[in-house]
């Protein structure tokens, strides 16, 4: 209870005695950057392959001859946009964006910079972490875009290239009964696991104490619970808005 209550100081603390805006805006610029442009591969092979083989198995399964193949479609394209595209992106983020924040704040705190800017009348919360909270929040979304599309195209290509199914079935399988609603409910998800992982990571790493060793403690508990924090959220934004 304690750590969650120094959590939510931490977070309220950013708002506090903040820079002009525009000492914000190349922050958040750069942080986008690093944030969102340099995880573009991993979201791109981790989505278009998880689509690849969640469209072999659904095909797989669909032995009855009374289920049309355009099923196939269907359901990649639901699980794509309702969980695949927001949550395991996010999953995957939580380990490689989550865990650079944690460790490279970590290691501001150990060699005494955070200290120094606070020395300096800064709001080291602030200027240090606020930018990363608003990129993450951005970018996010923006990747849960990319994974759902390239997600839904790798499912095609394994498909109908490999002749398991023909393009007509598969389109078909996507057209069918779909739900507006269900993309804003995945870009609301992308914006709430943003948040998660962001503001977790940096309470981990802003609050490093001792050596390099617990920088990699910091990390490594930056991406566990940021993980826990993003399927608990998972489960109560789907019960909420579901």
């Given at each position: ?238 019960k909420l808005l579901l």
């Amino acid at each position: 209870m304690n750590s969650i209550g120094q959590y939510c100081l931490f977070i309220f603390s950013m708002f506090r005695q903040r820079e002009k805006f525009r000492v914000y805006v190349g922050l958040v610029f750069d942080e986008c950057i690093l944030i969102g442009v340099d995880s573009v591969y991993v979201v791109a092979i981790v989505s278009t392959f998880i689509g690849a083989v969640s469209a072999i198995q659904t095909a797989y399964n669909l032995t009855s001859p009374l289920v049309p193949l355009s099923t196939v479609g269907n359901i990649v394209r639901d699980f794509t946009i309702l969980e695949n595209a927001p949550t395991f992106t996010c999953l995957v983020l939580a380990g490689k964006v989550g865990s650079s924040i944690a460790g490279g704040l970590g290691t501001m705190r150990i060699t005494e910079q955070i200290d120094a800017i606070d020395v300096m009348g800064i709001n080291s919360a602030s200027y240090l972490v606020l930018p990363k909270l608003l990129a993450a929040m951005i970018v996010f979304p923006m990747l849960v875009i990319i994974s759902g599309f390239l997600s839904i195209a790798g499912g095609y290509f394994a498909t109908v290239y490999t002749g398991i199914l023909t393009h007509y079935d598969f389109v078909t399988g996507l057209r069918d009964t779909f739900v507006v609603y269900n993309v804003f409910f995945a870009l609301i998800k992308a914006v709430v696991f943003a948040f998660l992982i962001a503001s977790i990571s940096s309470y981990q790493g802003f609050f490093t104490k001792g050596g390099a060793l617990e920088v990699g403690k910091s990390s490594t508990n930056a991406v566990t619970n940021s993980c826990i924090a993003i399927l608990a959220a998972d489960y109560i934004i789907a019960k909420l808005l579901l």
